[in-house]
C-alpha cells in the first residue's frame, strides 16, 4: 500500500541505473511521492495565482491555446525535477521541441495544465499532471486539481490515495481511493465524457451499452471519478497528447482499473510515435469490463 501521507521511506539515492539507464522502480518511486506531490502542489498554486482576466493567452502550432499559467506551472516542475532526480529525463508539453524520443528506462511525462480550455472559460476542472513511466508504461502517477482542492495519486500495484491541498500548497491526509466493480446488466453505468473534446466514436462506444448515463468532465478529472469509483468508463476514441493520459493511467492502474486501445491492447509511451499521440484509449474502471 502506499505510505501515509509525510510518511514516505526515504532514500539518498531515489533514482537508480540499470545497464546505465536510469531506472525509477516502484521503491524509488515510493521514495519521490511526497516530494513530487509537493511540487505539484506549488505549480497548481502558480497556476490559481495567474489573473485569468489579465493573462496572455498564446496558440501552439497545433491550434491548442498556451497560458501565463501553463509557462509558471511548467517552471516550477521543471526547476523541482532538475533538483529531485536530474539524470531522469522529462517530457513537457511545453518543452516538446526537446524531445528525444524513444525513451529507455524511465522519463518524467508532465501535463503542466490539462485543461487550459477549462481554465480559460473560467471553470475549475483543469489539472496538473505528472507521471513517471518506466520501461514504456506509466508508474506512478499525480493529478492535481488546485481550483477543486484535491490531489489523486496512484503507484500501480501499490494502491491509489485522494488528497486535500490548501490554495497555499499545504498537502493534507491521504485517503485510500478505489475503482468500482461495473454495474450489473440493466443498471445505470457512468460514462466520463470529455466537456470541451467530444468526437464520434467515442459517442458510438457509448450508445451501444444501454444503461449509459453520460458525466461531463474536464481535463484529467475525468480518470480521477474513474479512480475513486465515481464513474465506470472513460472512453476516448480519437488521439490524445501522451502527456494528458500518462498519469491518469498510473492512477486508474493502481486504484483497480485497467486503460486498453478499443481492442483491448495495452498503451506504450515514449516511442517514436509522431507527435507524442495516443490514438485511441479506454479508461475501465473494473478490468472484467474490458474486452
Known amino acids: ?125 483543469f489539472t496538473v499532471n505528472l507521471a513517471i513511466v518506466t520501461d514504456g508504461v506509466p508508474l506512478f502517477g499525480i493529478v492535481g486539481a488546485p481550483a477543486l482542492g484535491s490531489i489523486w495519486r496512484g503507484l500501480v500495484g501499490h494502491g491509489a490515495q485522494r488528497l486535500a491541498v490548501a490554495p497555499d500548497s499545504d498537502v493534507g491526509g491521504a485517503e485510500p481511493i478505489a475503482t468500482r466493480p461495473f454495474p450489473g446488466r440493466g443498471c445505470q453505468w457512468i460514462a466520463a465524457v470529455s466537456r470541451s473534446h467530444g468526437d464520434s466514436r467515442s459517442n458510438a462506444f457509448i450508445d451501444s451499452r444501454p444503461g449509459a448515463v453520460r458525466k461531463p468532465l474536464g481535463s484529467a478529472v475525468k480518470f480521477c471519478r474513474i479512480a475513486e469509483g465515481g464513474a465506470d468508463i472513460y472512453p476516448r476514441l480519437a488521439p490524445t497528447s501522451e502527456w494528458d493520459v500518462a498519469a491518469g493511467h498510473a492512477l486508474v492502474a493502481a486504484a483497480g482499473g485497467k486503460i486498453t486501445d478499443g481492442r483491448g491492447a495495452p498503451l506504450r509511451f515514449g516511442e517514436s510515435r509522431e507527435g507524442f499521440l495516443v490514438p485511441e484509449f479506454i479508461a475501465w474502471g473494473d478490468p472484467s469490463a474490458a474486452p
Open 1 to 125: 500500500m502506499l505510505p501515509p501521507q509525510g510518511g514516505r521511506r526515504r532514500s539518498a539515492t531515489p533514482c537508480k541505473e540499470a545497464a546505465n539507464v536510469p531506472v525509477i522502480d516502484a521503491q524509488s518511486a515510493t521514495a519521490l511521492m511526497d516530494a513530487l506531490t509537493a511540487l505539484v502542489a506549488k505549480a497548481g498554486t502558480a497556476v490559481l495565482s495567474v489573473k485569468r482576466d489579465r493573462m496572455t493567452i498564446g496558440g501552439k502550432a497545433d491550434g491548442s491555446p498556451v497560458t501565463d499559467a501553463d509557462l509558471a506551472s511548467d517552471r516550477i516542475i521543471a526547476e523541482g525535477l532538475a533538483r529531485l532526480c536530474p539524470d531522469i529525463p522529462v517530457l513537457s508539453e511545453e518543452r516538446v521541441h526537446l524531445a528525444t524520443p524513444p525513451y529507455v528506462g524511465s522519463f518524467f511525462l508532465i501535463d503542466p495544465l490539462d485543461g487550459t480550455k477549462e481554465f480559460i472559460a473560467g471553470r475549475d476542472e
